[in-house]
């Protein structure tokens, strides 16, 4: 995931990123290819995405478990976590075609700070802003050997119960059928018939050779990407980070936007994207 802690003073009460938190800069693409864009900015205050215009949004949110990231507080009370998602989804549901397709990585559940219904409560507030519902993928990245709470130890008292999975949860905007002729799609047959199962099975990225405190590792907007969207489509991911998913877009021949509110994470997704993605460097700024 891509989410951002913010640098505020620990004695300071965490606040959420609202629709009218700063003022937008005058430019803010930090980055652009002829394929491929980086904006830094705060999503809700960008005005380089134009409405409509999205095909398939492809991201992964602040989780609210209190990581240590750049410029978003990952620290706030539940009900400021619901609402900060709910103007986000919001925001987002404007820039989608009305065939736009939202894949939204989030926690099945979370116990961190009291135990939490996180995907369905999510779920819900994406329905309650607008979106529908298609299906969920269950991504089992099998990382249970990381946990160290078990509750009540061996007892009935009061263990915890922890799923080593996470949630894909596939949302669109007002229609499912992209009945658009002579779109291309690049599945193979054996991806789609093994994708269209929704039980994703393969490993998490690694922490210290994304360089970011909560990557994705680059087969899931891989897999996301050939399965909802067309060649040359415009892929979108609101909360950047590393630049997975733009890896992802120009690996598959799609269009790549991506929002990055920390300065530190967008010079890393453009190394990242110069290094991984660019044929030929000398065309970037």
């Known amino acids: 995931m891509s989410a951002k802690k913010g640098n505020e003073p620990q004695e300071r009460a965490a606040r959420p990123r609202t629709p009218r938190s700063r003022p937008a800069p005058a430019t803010d693409v930090f980055f652009e290819t002829p394929t491929l864009r980086i904006i830094h900015n705060d999503l809700f205050q960008t005005a380089s995405v134009p409405a409509r215009s999205v095909d398939l949004i492809v991201t992964s949110p602040p989780y609210n478990v209190d990581i240590h990231y750049g410029s978003h507080v990952d620290r706030l009370e ?168 733009l890896v992802a877009a120009a690996a598959n021949s799609r269009f790549g936007i991506g929002i990055e509110i920390d300065e530190s994470y967008c010079k890393l997704a453009r190394e990242r994207l110069v290094r991984e993605a660019v044929s030929d460097p000398e065309e970037t700024p």
């Open 78 to 245: 539940y009900h400021e976590y619901l609402a900060f998602s709910r103007n986000w989804l919001s925001r987002c549901y404007g820039w989608l075609k009305p065939d736009g397709r939202l894949c939204l990585n989030i926690p099945l559940d979370k116990n961190k700070g009291g135990q939490q219904s996180v995907g369905a409560d999510l779920t819900s507030l994406a329905k309650r802003a607008g979106y529908r519902y298609h299906s969920t993928i269950v991504w089992n990245e099998g990382n249970i050997s990381r946990r160290t709470a078990w509750g009540s130890w061996m007892s009935a008292s009061a263990p915890y119960v922890i799923a080593p999975v996470e949630l894909i949860v596939v949302l669109y905007k007002s229609v499912w059928k992209k009945a658009r002729m002579q779109a291309r799609s690049d599945t193979t047959r054996d991806e789609f018939m093994g994708w269209t199962n929704g039980l994703w099975t393969f490993n998490g990225e690694n922490r210290k050779r994304a360089n970011h405190p909560a990557p994705f590792p680059v087969e899931l907007p891989r897999r996301c990407i050939k399965l909802f969207s067309f060649v040359g489509d415009t892929v979108l991911d609101p909360f950047l980070g590393s630049g997975t998913t």
